[in-house]
């Protein structure tokens, strides 16, 4: 006669995820501004006024308009801006103070706290530009990185948008952290059970700067988890907006986007981290709990 084991199932939801915004989050201008946008000779304010003044003139979207016109002005000045080159530009992108030794000290952290038991894994979700979000010196800090993609034809020059991520169309990347499935080419929209979902809400903490950042912040929260802003220290209208996302309970904290080791930003999201370690200790004790009643 066969003899079999019962097989005690593994706990698997021991993960948190920190997910961030780029442009005005971990870099006080948009990517654009250090990258195409000089080798054009444009300046941002002219660029973005231009795509605002686009998008009031033909009621399109935002995104998809700055990466018309992007296009065009390539075009305009006989630019070859290939992916290569747009990966190369990155090297040019400026960051808040402390960014760069950010993840390994929040890994560390987690490390620490949590004696080995709890894993975290940071993302990018950006409505800015993939190919050069590839060549960024943090690259390797992130399971992942999710943003706006252009398709380049044969001669290597960009023609149109194939990815688009907006202010809304990024919360479907939330979904894919959450339930696994965090290939693009991947499904969400069948059932999962929560049970089920690798990485809880509850486990997850979204830091961005600003209004378009609101939906992912109010997702987040509304399922459990947490969100955190940043503002530019010296910029008035950047610390109005958090206070704004305060007042409208979009945000649990908000601090100078210096990420320094020690200033109010580690501190406060120390804070998150250590509850979201301790939810994730008390499910695993309660599930060895509930797999020895099994017995």
């Not at 990517?31 to 000089?38: A, I, N, R, S």
């Not at 033909?58 to 990966?87: C, F, P, W």
């Not at 378009?212 to 610390?239: E, I, L």
Request: glycine share 6%; proline share 4%; with cysteine.
């Amino acid at each position: 006669m066969i003899m079999t084991k019962n097989l005690k199932k593994r706990f698997a939801r021991n993960t948190l995820a920190m997910v961030y915004d780029f442009d005005g989050t971990l870099t006080p201008q948009p990517m654009q501004e250090y990258t195409v946008l000089p080798e054009l000779g444009i300046s941002g304010d002219v660029f973005w006024a231009e795509v605002n003044a686009e998008v009031a003139r033909t009621g399109g979207d935002s995104i998809l308009t700055y990466m018309r016109l992007l296009v065009e002005k390539i075009d305009q000045n006989k630019k070859h801006l290939s992916r290569d080159a747009l990966r190369k530009l990155a090297a040019n992108i400026e960051y808040y103070p402390g960014v760069e030794t950010w993840f390994d000290r929040i890994n560390e952290y987690v490390e620490e706290k949590s004696h080995g038991k709890v894993q975290v894994r940071h993302y990018i979700i950006s409505a800015g530009l993939g190919e050069i979000l590839e060549g960024v010196s943090i690259k390797s800090k992130f399971e992942r990185i999710y943003a706006s993609e252009y398709f380049f034809n044969h001669h290597e020059a960009a023609c149109f948008p194939t990815i688009v991520i907006n202010d809304t169309s990024k919360t479907q990347y939330l979904f894919r952290i959450n339930k696994g499935r965090e290939r693009s080419g991947e499904s969400i929209n069948e059932y999962m059970p929560e049970p089920e979902r690798p990485i809880p809400f509850e486990n997850m903490l979204y830091i961005g700067d600003g209004l378009t950042d609101v939906p992912c912040m109010t997702v987040v929260k509304n399922y459990g988890g947490f969100a955190v802003a940043v503002h530019h220290p010296t910029n008035k209208a950047s610390v109005a907006a958090c206070r704004d996302l305060a007042n409208a309970n979009r945000i649990d904290y908000f601090a100078p986007a210096d990420y320094n080791k020690r200033r109010k930003l580690e501190k406060r999201v120390h804070t998150i981290l250590d509850l979201i370690i301790a939810k994730i200790q008390f499910e695993h004790e309660k599930f060895k709990f509930q797999q020895e009643s099994f017995d």
